[in-house]
């Protein structure tokens, strides 16, 4: 006669979304907070903060140094953070003249391809054409009165390039540990943001009251995110992964709105419904065994 499973085998295959869910959640907060800065330190020097931080915290959680990787897994860890420090850069570029909800949905159109890429089955393909629709919405025309800055719209658009490579270097690392892979991942990207952050923003870098305000930005808008993401990164297929952060948009318009002050057009809240709506599809229609127990 079988034993039983384990209450808490239960909840085994649900776990990485839960990672996932809580690593978009905690993006959008911290990336509310870190806007904080912006009038102080700008942009770069905000990126370089957040990043910066980033990397102590996980270089002293998880101490990599114990398990270094191979040569040939180093560079693909390199590599993996350098587009994760690049993605943070032309994030927080775009930032500055696009509101946090449409900077995310722009952003989001490079994971949205890599689901694409990846779509086999008729019923994924409608869910990443509603996933397009529901971005469409909140992408204003040249057009219309609020139409998005072109500089902010360029840096989110690398941003989505950055965030699609981000994607698969980090399944290139899913063999590593994922405190190893992500808190060197996050050294190199350091390595390469503070500079930049250094050249223009200088000593007010320093100040006492930004840097408590930049570690919690960190804390919340990267080292849990990232740290969360590379969890998941090992147990979602890329294709349903990349539908999943569809709903990132929506929480980020939604914090928006209850953070920051900004405002949604009704069509806005439309293109939010559609994005969960797919969200939700794309896991009723994932193929069975896909994750890993």
């Given amino acids: 006669m079988s034993r039983a499973a384990p209450p808490i085998s239960r909840f085994v295959p649900v776990l990485p979304y839960l ?8 993006f959008c907060l911290g990336t509310s907070l870190a806007r904080q800065l912006f009038p102080a330190l700008g942009a770069p020097g905000t990126a370089a903060c957040r990043v910066g931080f980033s990397a102590l915290i996980l270089l002293a959680v998880f101490r990599p140094w114990r398990r270094l990787p191979s040569r040939a897994d180093a560079l693909r860890v390199m590599r993996y953070g350098a587009v994760l420090g690049l993605m943070n850069l032309c994030f927080y570029m775009a930032l500055r ?24 089955r008729v019923a994924q393909f409608a869910l990443v054409a509603m996933a397009v629709a529901g971005l469409a919405l909140l992408l204003p025309l040249a057009t219309h009165r609020d139409a998005l800055d072109p500089s902010g719209f360029g840096f989110a658009l690398g941003a989505g390039l950055f965030w699609a490579l981000y994607i ?3 399944q290139r690392v899913g063999h590593v540990p994922p405190g190893v892979a992500v808190s060197l991942g996050m050294a190199s990207a350091a390595a390469i943001v503070v500079p930049i952050g ?3 923003s200088g000593t007010a870098l320093l100040s006492p009251t ?10 919340l808008s990267s080292s849990l995110p990232y740290s969360l993401e590379i969890v998941a990164l090992r147990h979602i297929p890329a294709q349903r992964f990349g539908i999943l952060l569809s709903l990132e948009p929506a929480l980020g318009a939604i914090t928006g709105v209850l953070l920051l002050g900004e405002a949604l057009s009704p069509r806005q809240w439309l ?12 896991v009723l229609t994932g193929e069975r065994g896909a994750i890993p127990a």
Wanted: proline content about 3%; hydrophobic content about 70%; aromatic content about 4%.
């Fill in 97 to 120: 003249t696009i509101p946090l909800g449409l900077a995310i949905a722009v952003e989001f159109l490079g994971p949205l391809t890599v689901a694409l890429l990846h779509s086999r």
């Fill in 271 to 282: 293109a939010i419904a559609l994005v969960m709506i797919a969200s939700a599809g794309s």
């Fill in 210 to 219: 930004l840097m408590l305000v930049g570690l919690a930005a960190a804390a």
């Fill in 198 to 200: 250094i050249a223009t």
């Fill in 19 to 26: 990672a996932l869910a809580g690593s978009m959640l905690s």
């Fill in 168 to 170: 698969l270097f980090g």
